[in-house]
């Protein structure tokens, strides 16, 4: 079971539709798959089940939230517990793979908050134990639930921001996936989250070999790569502008860059065609759609092809 954090400090540069699309593709070709959505503001659950659904069956006790509160309040429940399949998606895959999702809940900001007064402690060891056990909970909770269940790929949504949840996502990765707009801001963000997730990192493991306690190893997260999203094309390619800026990524950054990338479409991604399904599973019969379909496949081929999936 690999797990991947889909990530980028910024907002709205397509994390969510990424993962959406990444989860759903491979789970047709065949993969089971697991998408937890970590970020409060739910757009992944919404992506696949309507609000009055979350209301009815899921907002008391069945998010992610409800991981995280259980634990705090000293009666921790399996992650295996909060494992769903969505009615749409199940109907779409017909038994091909598997798509599951763990919902998220608008209150998961104020598990970031308990969790940061949990840090801390009355001397240097005490501390270093509790950042240790803070940020090892994903982590945790997913050696557990690998136990129970034989997911091949999990993929985390992650919130445009580096709080102690999205930490513990990281802690709890074998990769990291990163999504950005083809322009400067996008990218300046990049080299501030890798140097925030390095220093991450480096804590974590100087902690782990100084209060080693059983299981704790140290972390190596890899960098999959930068994908760009939203690209607008003219005939078969990016237009000039981000072309240009596309081959400067290429040729500066130290990480990899996703040789597809995902085309812009406004229609396409502001209501998918059919509602609780990725555009990339969509029915599509015009050339703009079908070539949004091609580009979202071909990240999905170079993904599974690098972590050998
Ligand atoms: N390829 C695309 N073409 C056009 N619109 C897109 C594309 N991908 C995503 N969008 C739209 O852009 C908006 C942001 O996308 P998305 O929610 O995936 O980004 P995000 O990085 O997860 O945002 P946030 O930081 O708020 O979590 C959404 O309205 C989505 O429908
Ligand atoms: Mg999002």
């Not at 402690?121 to 909770?141: D, M, V, Y």
């Amino acid at each position: 079971m690999k797990v991947v954090s889909v990530i980028n400090y910024k907002g709205g540069v397509g994390k969510t539709s990424l993962t959406a699309n990444l989860g759903a593709e491979l789970a047709w070709r065949g993969k089971r798959v697991l998408l937890i959505d970590l970020d409060a503001q739910a757009s992944l659950t919404f992506s696949f089940i309507k609000p009055d659904e979350w209301s009815s069956n899921f907002e008391a006790s069945g998010t992610i939230k409800a991981w995280f509160d259980a634990h705090e309040s000293g009666a921790p429940m399996p992650l295996s517990e909060l494992v769903h399949s969505p009615e749409r998606m199940k109907q779409k895959l017909r038994g091909r793979g598997e798509l599951d999702v763990i919902y998220s809940h608008l209150g998961l900001i104020n598990v970031d908050l308990e969790l940061a007064t949990k840090l801390g402690g009355a001397n240097l060891s005490q501390a270093k134990k509790n950042f240790i056990a803070i940020h090892r909970r994903l982590a945790e909770g997913l050696e557990v639930l690998a136990e129970e269940m034989d997911y091949d790929i999990v993929l985390i949504d992650c919130p445009p921001n580096f709080n102690i949840v999205t930490k513990t996502a990281i802690i709890a990765s074998d990769y990291i996936l990163v999504p950005t707009r083809p322009d400067e801001l996008s990218t300046l963000g990049i080299d501030y989250l890798m140097r925030s997730i390095r220093g991450l990192i480096k804590d974590y493991n100087e902690y782990v070999a100084v209060d080693s306690v059983d299981g704790d190893e140290p972390i190596e997260p890899a960098v999959v790569g930068i994908v760009f999203t939203m690209i607008q094309e003219y005939g078969d390619r990016p237009i000039s502008a981000q072309r240009n800026y596309i081959a400067r990524v290429q040729r500066d950054s130290e990480l990899p860059v996703f040789e597809s990338y995902i085309k812009r479409n406004d229609t396409l991604f502001a209501g998918a065609p059919e509602y609780g399904v990725p555009v990339v599973l969509t029915a599509h019969n015009n050339q703009s759609h079908q070539s949004v379909v091609d580009g979202l496949e071909a990240v999905t081929t170079e993904f599974a092809t690098t972590l050998g999936i």
